[in-house]
């Protein structure tokens, strides 16, 4: 699990500077998603949609330390405080320094006011654009929904001890229903009630594997779950399946018909998978979650040997400095190469692609600059926390 955790936040980081197209324009920095003007990197998403397995862990994680705690004799608002505490102590350095950053944006009147208005023509932000921008602030928007997972988990932990497996079964089909009333009655605003159906299904899918429920299950079903997710995902990402409703699919659909391919946000699309998510980001859980099951006994055994294991340890040391801080590296690169005449290409051209190499290179360096800067404000984590054994030494 810890290496799990490792890998999905490695991905995300990976993901979000692989996609990014640039855009520095009358005083704002802001980014788009490659996904939407390449053909075919939709199936990019399917694969590196990894916010399933992090919830995944994360379920796994909160019934984990829950059981800890009580067997401590420690109470549920302790329980919390302390998830609460790893969370915060990084983000809240994350926050104070970009609040300085903005007072001087502001005071110096660099750059454009962007939003939100907080009076007259004052903004809270200058230079960039709101967290779902994604630079430098578009980790915020899962920070915040994580926090209130944990908040609740001593509740999601209860009602897997009560209903067990028939809890995500009800998120699933909860998600189902709050599509089919979004988008058939025009009315966008119950698609939000999915934040809370997709999100948490694979974190309860992480409480049963923390108790050995879902360990158990035979190969077959896991092999069910990756067949069948991918399966439902082609044939809801398929416009063939929709035309049988005629023209009123495009008032479900606005502009596409059918649901989009894309498990991001493409920037392109009237409709997004991802936000708020749709029954489509639940299949990507379905079929990923399945897939590392298959996986496990072969992780289990790589995971001895000493150098999976170190990237492990060094990654979960410092999971939400690299989290939170990878997007201010990547606009601190923009701030070197742009005046170089890099990062100027507004489209999926050969010269955006053959730029990626020197954008992970320079945005690696200063993301390792800030880790060792920042990542002392992280408590650091054992190494077996989850249960993973160190590898043998010989």
């Known amino acids: 699990m810890d290496f799990l955790r490792a890998t999905s936040i490695v991905a995300v980081v990976f993901g979000h500077w692989f996609i990014s197209i640039n855009h520095w324009e009358g005083g704002v920095i802001r980014s788009t998603s490659a996904i939407g003007v390449t053909p075919g990197l939709w199936l990019f998403t399917w694969i590196f949609q990894v916010m399933p397995i992090f919830f995944f862990v994360g379920g796994f994680s909160n019934l984990v330390a829950y059981d800890s705690a009580r067997r401590k004799g420690e109470s549920t608002l302790t329980f919390i405080r302390g998830r609460l505490e790893r969370l915060l102590r ?23 006011p962007t939003g939100p208005r907080l009076w007259g023509e004052t903004t809270l932000l200058r230079g960039m654009k709101p967290p779902g921008a994604t630079i430098p602030f578009g980790p915020l928007w899962f920070l915040a929904v994580y926090l209130v997972v944990v908040v609740i988990a001593p509740i999601t932990i209860r009602l897997h001890r009560r209903f067990g497996l028939w809890v995500p079964l009800a998120m699933a089909l909860g998600a189902a229903v709050v599509d089919l009333v979004a988008f058939s009655s025009g009315d966008r605003g119950w698609r939000w009630l999915n934040v809370g159906f997709v999100l948490l299904f694979p974190h309860q899918l992480g409480h049963a594997y923390a108790d050995g429920t879902f360990a158990a299950w035979p190969r077959r079903r896991f092999w069910a779950m990756v067949v069948g997710g991918l399966a439902a995902l082609v044939v809801l990402t398929t416009p063939w399946v929709f035309r049988l409703f005629s023209d009123a699919r495009f008032d479900w659909f ?141």
Request: proline share 8%.
């Open 90 to 112: 990084p983000s809240i350095v994350f926050l104070g320094l970009w609040a300085l950053v903005q007072v001087v944006l502001h005071l110096a009147d660099v750059g454009a």
């Open 254 to 394: 606005p502009g596409i018909g059918h649901y989009p391919k894309s498990l991001l946000g493409t920037d392109v699309e009237a409709v997004s998978n991802a936000y708020p998510p749709t029954v489509c980001f639940l299949l990507g859980g379905v079929w990923t979650i399945g897939a590392v099951m298959l996986l496990k006994p072969r992780l289990d055994r790589w995971l001895q040997r000493e150098r999976p294991w170190r990237f492990t340890i060094v990654v979960n040391a410092r999971i939400m400095t690299l989290f939170l801080w990878h997007m201010t590296a990547f606009l601190l690169a923009l701030l070197v190469l742009w005046p170089l005449g890099f990062g100027r290409e507004q489209d999926s051209t050969a010269r955006f692609w053959l730029e990626k190499p020197l954008w992970f290179l320079v945005a690696g360096v200063i993301l390792l600059g800030l880790i060792a800067v920042f990542g002392r404000f992280e408590r650091g984590r054992k190494p077996t926390a989850t249960g993973i054994p160190p590898p043998a030494r010989e």
